[in-house]
C-alpha cells in the first residue's frame, strides 16, 4: 500500500489482514511501498521468502495495462497472483473487490 492510502485500500488491506488471521492465526504486516520501488520491494520479499500481497496504488506499476484494458468502469480490478506475490488494484473500489476475490 502506498504511504497515503485512500479509503478503499484501507479497507481492502483491513479485510484481507482480518480475515487471514481468522483463516490461519497469521498476523499479516502493513507495509508502505512507493510505487516508483515496487519491483525492489517484490525481489526484497522474494528474496526473504516471503510473499508479498501489494494493494492499490502500490501495485499500479505491475497492473496498469491489464487495468487500462479492462476500461474505466468503477470497480473494475486486476488481480494477479505469481508463487512470489500477489498484487490487486482497482478502479474506485476495485481493490476491496479484489480482496475479497482473493479472499474467495
Given at each position: 500500500m502506498?504511504?497515503?492510502p485512500d479509503a478503499t485500500e484501507k479497507l481492502a488491506a483491513k479485510e484481507l489482514i482480518d480475515h487471514v488471521e481468522r483463516m490461519s492465526g497469521?498476523?499479516?504486516?502493513i507495509v508502505t511501498v512507493d510505487p516508483k520501488m515496487l519491483d525492489?520491494?517484490?525481489e526484497r520479499t522474494a528474496m526473504d521468502g516471503k510473499a508479498a500481497v501489494v494493494l492499490g496504488r502500490a501495485a499500479l506499476p505491475k497492473l496498469e495495462k491489464?487495468?487500462?484494458a479492462k476500461g474505466t468502469v468503477p470497480g473494475t480490478?486486476?488481480?494477479k497472483a505469481t508463487k512470489d506475490h500477489?498484487?490487486?488494484a482497482g478502479?474506485?473500489?476495485g481493490t476491496h473487490f479484489g480482496v475479497c476475490e482473493l479472499l474467495e
Open positions: 502506498t504511504a497515503d497469521a498476523k499479516l504486516n525492489a520491494f517484490l491489464a487495468l487500462a480490478f486486476v488481480l500477489v498484487l490487486i478502479l474506485g473500489e
